[in-house]
């Protein structure tokens, strides 16, 4: 039982210990704004609620990554996450509008405070979209 612990340690060390340079993309990430959201006037607890999310990609080289979101009390604030691929030839895109479902799932009842990213507006202030929903048992 010792061997068989030593040996999957020095495997776990040995792959960790592999430079993660090769191969590998030269990615970032960046927030994309928000242009409309689609979501029902109630939602139920304890249910998977679907929210579709609309944003501008402004590249051949951004795709979506995953979502930005926070939770303080009642309030949820979301921003789409974008994964960018540098390095590539981009593309411009101007009408292209993606979209993605995020799934609330409330645990209690009460009205909640949906808050989306839309950018920053000329003096560098985040700018939402907001929306105050009713989650019913």
Known sequence: ?????????FIAFALSSCSSDDGQEDV???LLPIQEVTLPSTFKTNQDNIIEVRFLRPTTCH???SFYYEKEGMTRTVAVEAIVFNGNECEPLTESIATQNLKFRPE?????????????DEQGTDIFLTFQILVEQ
């Open 108 to 120: 209690a009842t009460g009205e909640y405070t949906f808050k989306f990213w839309q950018g920053k």
């Open 63 to 65: 795709g979506f990554n």
């Open 1 to 9: 039982m010792k061997k068989l612990f030593f040996i999957v340690t």
């Open 28 to 30: 970032t990430y960046e």
